[in-house]
């Protein structure tokens, strides 16, 4: 008979929750630090008692000096955008003379969160990035008890969170405003999976300059991310002769879709114009070459980077920086509208 896992040691921030101060309240306890009220240091030791807490010896051992790793949160994905911001902020902080040590969760929920963090902790980082594209994460991090200077990466709301992001919104106002600066009355958009905060925002942008242009808005396709979605979202959309535009909320949906045009005989850009979103590596060696929405992922990374070292030395200023402009990138995939455009 199989026996139960025994439960997992407890770590600094489960003293801090129950005790409810912050992290470093009680590291100052743990390493007798004079600056901490009698009864706040009464709440740590009898929590540290009751979670039968035993402190990180290397952790102790760094007491007083700042620790030169840094912590990121993120979850567990090959997709281009979380995976290019992971590698950005991991390059700034070598540059800046600082390790990473990386969480990656399959789920970004209050559990999982939580969890990283304590192991973070436990690892004594100097601060954490959290990687956050979804559209429930923002409720999660308003409710965990953030006892380590963090940024959020994300584009949408951060729980409170200072927060680093491309601006999506602007990313697709470019793309759709190229597409009818060439001659198009409207823009068709397969949009990314709605969870994703990335993607509601590429969505609602879309609608709203095409709605802001006086032009109709067309129904939306779905699709979740892949090149097989774009596929499939191309063979709907190739038979349609009204079909002269299509933006794509990423570069893989785009492949797929070129894919499915060139199956079905529809020529990009004679027939239709194609823009993705991401300028991955591969979108100047496709067939034609793909006009896209490129974003900097290494400034993203110095960004966070900065902001949190912002913090670690000014805990009680929240740093402000603007979101990160992205670029398009133009190239073959796109055109000026042929006065006789069928999709033939």
Same mark, same amino acid.
């Given at each position: 008979?199989?026996?139960?896992?025994?439960?997992?040691?407890?770590?600094?921030?489960?003293?801090?929750?129950?005790?409810?101060?912050?992290? =470093?309240?009680?590291?100052?306890?743990?390493?007798?630090?004079?600056?901490?009220?009698?009864?706040?240091?009464?709440?740590?030791?009898?929590?540290?008692?009751?979670?039968?807490?035993?402190?990180?010896?290397?952790?102790?051992?760094?007491?007083?000096?700042?620790?030169?790793?840094?912590?990121?949160?993120?979850?567990?994905?090959?997709?281009?955008? @979380?995976?290019?911001?992971?590698?950005?902020?991991?390059?700034?902080?070598?540059?800046?003379?600082?390790?990473?040590?990386?969480?990656?969760?399959? =789920?970004?929920?209050?559990?999982?969160?939580?969890?990283?963090?304590?192991?973070?902790?436990?690892?004594?980082?100097?601060?954490?990035?959290?990687?956050?594209?979804?559209?429930?994460?923002?409720?999660?991090?308003?409710?965990?008890?953030?006892?380590?200077?963090?940024?959020?990466?994300?584009?949408?709301?951060?729980?409170?969170? @200072?927060?680093?992001?491309?601006?999506?919104?602007?990313?697709?106002?470019?793309?759709?405003?190229?597409?009818?600066?060439?001659?198009?009355?409207?823009?068709?958009?397969?949009?990314? @999976?709605?969870?994703?905060?990335?993607?509601?925002?590429?969505?609602?942008?879309?609608?709203?300059?095409?709605?802001?242009?006086?032009?109709?808005?067309?129904?939306?396709?779905?699709?979740?991310?892949?090149?097989?979605?774009?596929?499939?979202?191309?063979?709907?959309?190739?038979?349609?002769?009204?079909?002269?535009?299509?933006?794509?909320?990423?570069? =893989?949906?785009?492949?797929?879709?070129?894919?499915?045009?060139?199956?079905?005989?529809?020529?990009?850009?004679?027939?239709?114009?194609?823009?993705?979103?991401?300028?991955?590596?591969?979108?100047?060696?496709?067939? @034609?070459?793909?006009?896209?929405?490129? =974003?900097?992922?290494?400034?993203?990374?110095?960004?966070?980077?900065?902001?949190?070292?912002?913090?670690?030395?000014?805990?009680?200023?929240? &740093?402000?920086? &603007?979101?990160?402009?992205?670029?398009?990138?133009?190239?073959?995939?796109?055109?000026?509208?042929?006065?006789?455009?069928?999709?033939?």
């Amino acid at each position: 008979m199989d026996q139960p896992s025994p439960p997992r040691p407890a770590v600094m921030i489960d003293v801090a929750r129950l005790a409810g101060v912050s992290h =470093q309240t009680v590291s100052r306890v743990l390493n007798g630090h004079p600056s901490v009220r009698d009864e706040t240091r009464e709440r740590v030791l009898t929590a540290v008692r009751q979670l039968n807490y035993r402190p990180n010896a290397l952790a102790r051992g760094l007491a007083g000096r700042r620790s030169r790793v840094l912590g990121v949160v993120s979850f567990d994905t090959i997709l281009y955008g @979380p995976a290019a911001t992971l590698l950005g902020v991991e390059r700034a902080a070598r540059a800046a003379g600082y390790g990473v040590s990386i969480v990656t969760l399959e =789920q970004l929920d209050h559990d999982g969160v939580s969890d990283a963090l304590s192991a973070l902790a436990e690892q004594s980082v100097a601060g954490v990035v959290i990687i956050a594209p979804f559209t429930n994460t923002a409720a999660a991090l308003r409710s965990l008890p953030m006892g380590i200077p963090a940024v959020v990466v994300e584009a949408g709301a951060s729980g409170g969170l @200072p927060a680093i992001s491309v601006d999506q919104i602007a990313g697709a106002e470019l793309a759709v405003r190229h597409l009818l600066e060439q001659g198009h009355e409207t823009v068709w958009h397969v949009r990314g @999976p709605q969870n994703w905060l990335e993607a509601r925002d590429r969505e609602s942008a879309w609608r709203s300059t095409l709605e802001a242009a006086g032009r109709s808005v067309p129904p939306v396709i779905d699709g979740d991310w892949s090149a097989a979605s774009g596929y499939q979202a191309g063979l709907r959309l190739a038979g349609d002769p009204r079909v002269t535009a299509v933006f794509c909320a990423n570069d =893989q949906q785009a492949l797929g879709l070129l894919r499915a045009f060139h199956e079905r005989g529809v020529r990009v850009p004679d027939n239709v114009s194609v823009v993705g979103f991401d300028d991955i590596p591969e979108a100047e060696f496709m067939s @034609p070459p793909l006009t896209t929405i490129r =974003q900097d992922f290494d400034e993203v990374g110095r960004r966070c980077l900065a902001m949190l070292l912002d913090l670690l030395d000014s805990p009680v200023e929240t &740093p402000v920086y &603007p979101r990160v402009t992205p670029v398009l990138v133009s190239r073959a995939s796109t055109g000026i509208r042929q006065s006789a455009n069928a999709n033939s």
